[in-house]
């Protein structure tokens, strides 16, 4: 005890460093309710399978096994401690959110929650909520000594400096992303600490050269970072730098290849004694022994052609959810914090190099600089932490590369510890002695301040409850069911442009929750009844189903619901709104008036752009080769048998030279039932488009017949274009390049019943 005390004291600051952590760590895990980060309930899934059936799962898309091709050790220490607890269902399926991911790649707190989270989540712990957060909490201590170990790996690296282990450890201890995944069920925190582990034990290799003990320990790290996790295999080159430098020093060319071989051989048949059984396992079942390809039959394989033409663009994606992109990314912070992370980490980058190439046009260390000076042994050290950082990017690359999911940061967790360091010595060595000191001070209250800014401005409020209001002074008492009243509402703007949104602003007053949850629909209707726009959600913005309401609670939200870009010019829209389940349909809405399904709340104006050169223009982009820039539908509302003519406006961008494209008009109901097409040639029956003159526009009429049987409902026109020789179609690229799909949802039409 007196030792640790001692130890602290010599070590204050860091241990402050990783207390914060902890506690900040604990505030992450407490907000974000069990199961919403990534993949978080396949991964307590397989801690529970190993904890209640005392085995290991085999990879397959069953319940409990979709992770089971991961190396068992960060789940066997969370089902250590967890075990007793015994949930009634280990493997239940929690309640998702039909609304889940609306607009999710914009900042804001509306459906970002993946799945529903009732009151038996809460404090205090119990069942599966208890369970998750045991686990939980364990992946906070790997994370932790992923922290304490990158304050280490600064504090040997440049001991002279230790204000640059403290902003290193600052730089990943307050880092939001690591915080938020230090409270959830995962193995890339413990994949961050094995990283960390080895680079630290690489550093006392390159600085003070490789032993016995140093040999044993990186065979053992090594192998129980194979039991961690697979990409951790890459690790080996960070070893053979480090085994390489320390071997430079000796002037016994035969002695060091020696001492190479046999430091190799120790360390690769350690490894193999500790994690071999893993892979021979997977061998043995999936005929491989890693398992990776057994999980490609299952969530599927990005072709490496496309996967190189995606990797740069997915870059960007990875940097944001490497510092903060919480749940399946549907949450993020605003760019700005993107961008100024990202000049902090440049600033680092060429600070070092700064100093590096400094040292380098000095033979010696000045005296009389208080500056950081690299010499022989600093560069061998710099080389060693700048593998890390390559090795680690290169698996993250090489995974955005084969994998649709692969655009993770998380993945660049074992690489975090090494790269904070090379920032924190960049942004600080070139300073005075005076100066590093506050500026460790700047960076860690600045970390700091990014994370409770993450945790209370953007996590916290996605996954809230509406909070309590006052009545409006005069309510309108509109009687929803037997379970709500409506006390007041709004619709905003009054004349709105396509593409842009309308917000629906009401005041609820709850009676009593239901057995089963209503939805909240938000119906924008043109005055012959079609469809304009159509929004759903539960209340609350999806946090706040009915089952759990809370009787009495009167609160007020803002529903937004987006014109389509196609949505037709001039109209009215008059907008609706109801509860309603799925299985049970919709709750009577009862006014003084009197009782409907739905109630009528307004109306806006949709306006044409008076700038516009075409019938509701706009711009839709396929493949770069055409673009829709307006159309018209005459009529919308007809019967079955009647023909409706569609006129498209298409703009030649790079129309293909060697071969022709056609285009396709298909009336769908749903997805996959087609009740009529006009596919061919645009503009003319023998027209081709390989003639066409790029930046003229072209005006292409085609007709559509509805067959006699249709059924009365809302039919969607289903628009794009297609290769006449090979029949694939063209793509939609959005503004940045990203393919959206490749058809295009038109506009609606409505199909009355028989006269």
């Excluded at 789940?75 to 609304?99: C, D, G, I, K, R």
């Excluded at 890390?388 to 590369?401: D, G, Q």
Aim: aromatic content about 12%.
């Amino acid at each position: 005890m007196r030792r640790m005390v001692s130890l602290i004291r010599s070590h204050l600051w860091a241990a402050l460093i990783v207390a914060a952590y902890l506690i900040l760590g604990a505030a992450f895990s407490v907000a974000n309710p069990i199961h919403e980060a990534t993949d978080e309930l396949r991964h307590y899934r397989y801690v529970r399978y190993i904890a209640d059936y005392g085995q290991l799962p085999i990879q397959s898309d069953e319940p409990g096994n979709a992770q089971a091709h991961h190396p068992p050790l960060y789940y066997a220490s969370a089902a250590l401690a967890s075990f007793w607890v015994h949930p009634a269902e280990p493997l239940y399926e929690p309640l998702p959110n039909p609304q889940w991911g609306f607009r999710n790649w914009e900042v804001g707190i509306d459906n970002k929650n993946l799945y529903l989270h009732g009151p038996e989540e809460a404090w205090p712990y119990r069942d599966v909520s208890l369970a998750a957060h045991l686990a939980r909490w364990v992946t906070l201590l790997w994370g932790a000594g992923a922290v304490a170990l990158t304050i280490a790996i600064a504090r040997v690296a440049f001991s002279s400096r230790p204000a640059i282990a403290i902003a290193a450890g600052a730089l990943i201890a307050f880092n939001p992303m690591f915080l938020y995944l230090g409270g959830a069920v995962n193995n890339d925190v413990p994949a961050a600490l094995m990283g960390a582990a080895i680079t630290y034990i690489c550093l006392r290799v390159a600085q003070d050269g490789l032993t016995v003990r140093r040999t044993f320990l990186l065979g053992g790290l090594y192998g129980l970072a194979l039991l961690v996790k697979f990409n951790l295999i890459g690790l080996l080159a960070v070893i053979e730098i480090a085994l390489l430098v320390s071997a430079a020093g000796d002037g016994d060319a035969k002695a060091n290849r020696w001492k190479f071989a046999q430091a190799n051989a120790i360390i690769i048949g350690l490894a193999l004694i500790v994690a071999g059984w893993w892979y021979a396992r997977n061998a043995i079942l999936y005929g491989e022994p890693t398992g990776f390809l057994r999980l490609t039959e299952i969530w599927g394989f990005r072709p490496p052609r496309v996967g190189l033409a995606l990797a740069w663009r997915e870059l960007a994606y990875a940097w944001s959810s490497l510092w903060a992109r919480f749940g399946y990314g549907q949450i993020p912070v605003p760019d700005t914090f993107y961008a100024a992370i990202g000049v902090l980490c440049g600033m680092g980058v060429a600070g070092l190099a700064l100093l590096v190439i400094r040292s380098r046009d000095t033979e010696e260390e000045s005296t009389s600089s208080t500056r950081l000076w690299i010499g022989r042994t600093q560069r061998h050290v710099l080389l060693v932490l700048a593998s890390s950082v390559f090795v680690n990017f290169a698996t993250l690359y090489a995974y955005i590369v084969i994998s649709p999911a692969g655009a993770m940061g998380r993945f660049f967790f074992p690489g975090l510890p090494a790269f904070a360091t090379l920032v924190a010595v960049g942004l600080l060595g070139p300073l005075p002695e005076v100066g590093q000191r506050f500026g460790t001070v700047m960076i860690g209250l600045g970390m700091i301040a990014c994370a409770l800014i993450a945790l209370c401005g953007y996590l916290i409020p996605a996954y809230a409850i509406p909070p309590a209001v006052t009545s409006p002074p005069e309510p309108l008492n509109i009687e929803v069911g037997d379970v709500a009243r409506i006390l007041a509402y709004e619709v905003t703007p009054e004349t709105v442009l396509p593409g842009q949104p309308i917000d629906v602003t009401i005041t609820w007053e709850v009676i009593r929750p239901t057995e089963q949850p209503y939805a909240l629909f938000i119906h924008v209707l043109n005055p012959d009844g079609a469809l304009i726009a159509q929004r759903d959600t539960y209340t609350g913005l999806g946090n706040y189903p009915s089952q759990w309401w809370r009787p009495g609670h009167i609160y007020t939200e803002t529903y937004r619901i987006y014109l389509p870009q196609t949505a037709y010019t001039p109209d009215i829209g008059l907008v609706e709104v109801g509860l309603y389940n799925p299985d049970l349909g919709r709750l009577p809405i009862s006014t003084s008036q009197a009782t409907d399904s739905a109630l009528g709340i307004g109306q806006v104006e949709l306006a044409a752009d008076p700038s516009a050169e075409y019938p509701n223009q706009i711009f839709v982009n396929w493949d770069n080769h055409f673009a829709l820039v307006g159309y018209t539908i005459e009529p919308r509302v007809l019967h079955p048998g009647e023909k409706t003519w569609v006129t498209l406006y298409w703009q030649a961008l790079d129309p293909p030279r060697e071969e022709d494209f056609k285009v396709f008009l298909h009336v769908m109901e749903g997805w996959d039932n087609q009740w009529a097409g006009n596919d061919g040639n645009p503009v003319e029956p023998d027209g081709f488009t390989r003639y066409w003159v790029a930046g003229q526009v072209y005006e292409d009429r085609r007709k559509l017949r509805l067959p006699p049987d249709i059924p009365p409902g809302e039919y969607v026109l289903e628009l794009g274009w297609f290769s006449d020789t090979d029949g694939e179609r063209l793509n939609i690229l959005a503004s940045d390049g990203h393919i959206i799909d490749n058809w295009l949802a038109l506009n609606t039409i409505r199909v009355l019943p028989h006269e």
